[in-house]
């Protein structure tokens, strides 16, 4: 006798637990500054097609038995995510394919030295950063993300520097990314010997486009699913997919202003402008044919 139930095809009608899913990734927030959508200078955050087969994948493994998987096929797929981001690096950092990139990543790199005692500051050293990169001649900025809980989508917010790069020669805007602690943001607990490798190949200072940026996430995030499961321990919200790829890719506010809002009260003023000295440093680059050349920057104790 043939069976009354049929599996649920892509085509079928999206049921209202997938809605609320793609509508709670359109969320928004309005704040003060300039405000972006994802698609502002780079077309990157997922598209409905890759939001509906999250969703499917997710109802398939929720429908699968506990043994489905087997610990080697875990781990030969951690080790296949390892080398797929190797790729990925090695094509972005291979010499002469992204000059401007190279030269952004020194000098964010030079200014995170200058600046490194403000490092247990999170969001003072990335300003720092930020305002030095912008002195260099970068149109650098901080963004700041920032997402209501929805349709499974956990609420969080998030900053990051970015840099925007005018061609004058082909009249385009090219979009780089710049996270300073970029591997931490990919840290889970009791991780398998194949996904701390993985975990090594990750950049500790991210300086890239969009869509290397969005690859590595999703690879990353996939691979630590299956760690976790293979500890028989269940994937942690905040380290899914959809929560990881708005960290990047959400709304954002984009903002210059070198000292933090909680930073302007009298009682955080010490903690910034005390024990600060300066040292010479030399820098030899410069950015779209003009030269600079600093003797001194300000460094704490």
């Given at each position: ?17 997938v ?33 509906v087969?999250d ?17 080697s ?37 030079k200014?995170?030295?200058v ?142 202003n ?44």
């Amino acid at each position: 006798m043939a069976s009354s139930v049929r599996a649920k095809r892509v085509t079928d009608p999206l049921n209202e637990k997938v809605k609320a899913q793609l509508i709670g990734h359109q969320l928004s927030y309005v704040s003060s500054g300039s405000e972006y959508s994802a698609a502002a200078v780079d077309d990157d955050s997922p598209s409905l097609s890759e939001l509906v087969h999250d969703f499917l994948e997710h109802e398939l493994s929720q429908a699968q038995p506990p043994g489905y998987d087997s610990d080697s096929e875990r781990v030969d797929t951690v080790a296949d995510s390892t080398e797929l981001i190797e790729d990925i690096l090695k094509s972005t950092a291979n010499g002469n394919v992204d000059l401007y990139r190279n030269l952004l990543l020194t000098h964010v790199l030079k200014a995170m030295e200058v600046f490194s005692r403000l490092r247990q500051q999170k969001s003072v050293f990335r300003r720092q950063v930020m305002s030095l990169l912008r002195e260099l001649g970068h149109n650098a900025a901080i963004c700041k993300t920032k997402w209501s809980s929805s349709g499974g989508l956990t609420a969080g917010n998030y900053e990051y520097i970015d840099v925007v790069q005018s061609d004058s020669y082909t009249s385009t805007q090219n979009r780089y990314f710049v996270d300073l602690d970029f591997a931490a943001e990919f840290e889970i607990a009791r991780p398998t010997s194949a996904y701390t490798r993985l975990s090594t190949t990750l950049p500790r200072v991210y300086v890239g486009k969009g869509e290397e940026l969005k690859r590595i996430v999703k690879v990353t995030c996939d691979a630590a699913k299956k760690s976790l499961k293979s500890k028989d321990l269940t994937l942690p919200p905040w380290r899914k997919n959809r929560y990881m790829q708005n960290k990047w890719f959400g709304p954002y506010k984009r903002t210059v202003n070198p000292i933090p809002a909680a930073s302007l009260s009298p009682a955080a003023g010490p903690s910034v402008s005390n024990g600060v000295k300066c040292r010479c440093i030399g820098f030899d680059d410069g950015v779209n044919g003009r030269l600079f050349v600093r003797t001194s920057f300000c460094k704490g104790n």
